[in-house]
T-cell receptor, first 113, second 115 residues
Framework: GNSVTQMEGPVTLSEEAFLTINCTYT??????LFWYVQYPGEGLQLLLK?????DKGSNKGFEATYRKETTSFHLEKGSVQVSDSAVYFC????????????FGQGTRLTINP | GAGVSQSPSNKVTEKGKDVELRCDPI?????LYWYRQSLGQGLEFLIY????????KSGLPSDRFSAERTGGSVSTLTIQRTQQEDSAVYLC?????????????FGEGSRLTVL
């Protein structure tokens, strides 16, 4: 079945550090890929997405590129801020049927000033 | 409000009791999902409603779990004879019909603690 594997956390960085959170997936067909973020005390919200191979999703300084050859969708940001502290979830949409998402286990990110 | 609303935000119950969790989706969204978020786990899909179609119940972990959606809007997730392993945050999400963006709009969740 479809699955998503994320880099285990928690991850702690200093402000302005470079961030990578790894995500790989297993799926039949060509799913769309997503990163969701959950800030403290808030619901999950979509951060960025990519719908086909080689697409790059970007938002709020974060980027992720859909790599079909390595079945990966790693999240990156060049200079993190304290406000980026949150839990990040990688997800894929199943190809058949409507918009059911399969999520990874989440990675907790803490940024220290 | 304009977002997905869930209630209660927190529920503490004794083992063996039944609980009901409510979700009020965004107006006009015909797709509704329930997920479960356990400590150290990812989001586990439970059930999906889409318009008047039969729900996809493939993620429900046991027959103690059930959900209904009345009038194509509000949904209730019911857990009968709760067990300690049912302790988790139950998340509801909605999305518009036939918009395959994959974007789900989540509520803040209902945290269930079974003693």
């Amino acid at each position: 079945g479809n699955s998503v594997t994320q880099m285990e956390g928690p991850v702690t960085l200093s402000e302005e550090a470079f961030l990578t959170i790894n995500c790989t997936y297993t799926a039949t067909g060509y799913p769309s890929l997503f990163w969701y973020v959950q800030y403290p005390g808030e619901g999950l919200q979509l951060l960025l997405k990519a719908t086909k191979a080689d697409d790059k999703g970007s938002n709020k300084g974060f980027e992720a590129t859909y790599r079909k050859e390595t079945t990966s969708f790693h999240l990156e940001k060049g200079s993190v801020q304290v406000s980026d502290s949150a839990v990040y979830f990688c997800a894929l949409s199943e190809v058949q049927g409507a918009q059911k998402l399969v999520f990874g286990q989440g990675t907790r990110l803490t940024i220290n000033p | 409000g304009a977002g997905v609303s869930q209630s209660p935000s927190n529920k503490v119950t004794e083992k063996g009791k039944d609980v009901e969790l409510r979700c009020d989706p965004i107006s006009g969204h015909t797709a509704l999902y329930w997920y479960r978020q356990s400590l150290g786990q990812g989001l586990e899909f439970l059930i999906y409603f889409q318009g008047n179609s039969a729900p996809d119940k493939s993620g429900l972990p046991s027959d103690r779990f059930s959900a209904e959606r009345t009038g194509g809007s509000v949904s209730t997730l019911t857990i009968q004879r709760t067990q300690q392993e049912d302790s988790a945050v139950y998340l509801c999400a909605s999305s518009p019909l036939r918009v395959n963006t994959g974007e789900l709009f989540f509520g803040e969740g209902s945290r269930l603690t079974v003693l």
